[in-house]
């Protein structure tokens, strides 16, 4: 069960990826072109938001029944002390979740923008940093881009 979840949430990062580069260059052309905001520029923010989720529930799923994980937790002392075994015990888990929230809060804070260009910057800066921080926590060089089932 583990290597096809890993998999999973292996492939789904390019979903992430897509979603997060599609979102923010929408906004930030939107925001630069002073474009009126259409429901398509909200449907990319919930795009990505909804990858982001169904991201975190792969995650969390991976988190539970992965080996390194339940090795890590067994002593954590010894985990914290290895740097690859505590990026993914602590370190991905932890900027990844920000990275969620940021996106959530940035839907959040465009759904109450008032004007066009409000929302088209707020998305632009809520879901970049949000998209940076996913892309600076893919582990790119330990697993595979495309992963075999």
Same mark, same amino acid.
């Given at each position: 069960?583990? &290597?096809? *979840?890993?998999?999973?949430?292996s492939l789904v990062r390019w979903l992430? $990826?897509?979603? =997060?580069?599609?979102?923010? #260059? !929408?906004?930030? !052309? %939107? ?7 259409? /429901? /398509?520029? =909200? %449907? ?7 990858? $982001?989720?169904?991201? $975190?529930?792969? =995650? ?6 992965s080996p390194l994980i339940r090795g890590a937790m067994a002593?954590? =002392? ?5 740097? &690859?075994?505590?990026? @993914? +015990? +602590?370190?991905?888990? +932890?900027?990844?979740?920000?990275? *969620?929230?940021? %996106?959530? *809060?940035?839907?959040?804070? +465009? !759904? !109450? ?6 929302? @088209? ?6 879901? %970049? ?7 600076? #926590? *893919?582990?790119?060089?330990?697993? &595979? @881009?495309? &992963?075999? #089932?």
């Open positions: 069960m583990h &290597p096809a *979840i890993l998999a999973t949430h992430v $990826l897509a979603a =997060g580069v599609y979102a923010v #260059f !929408r906004a930030w !052309r %939107g925001w630069m072109q002073r474009s009126t905001w259409t /429901s /398509s520029d =909200g %449907g990319a923010i919930k795009l990505y938001v909804n990858a $982001l989720s169904l991201q $975190l529930l792969v =995650g969390l799923v991976l988190y539970a029944v002593d954590m =002392g010894a985990a914290m002390k290895d740097a &690859p075994v505590r990026y @993914f +015990v +602590v370190e991905h888990l +932890v900027v990844m979740l920000i990275a *969620i929230a940021l %996106g959530h *809060i940035g839907a959040a804070k +465009v !759904r !109450r923008a008032t004007s066009d260009s409000a929302k @088209f910057q707020t998305a632009t800066i809520w879901m %970049g940093l949000s998209l940076a921080a996913v892309a600076g #926590f *893919i582990p790119w060089t330990t697993r &595979p @881009f495309f &992963p075999a #089932f």
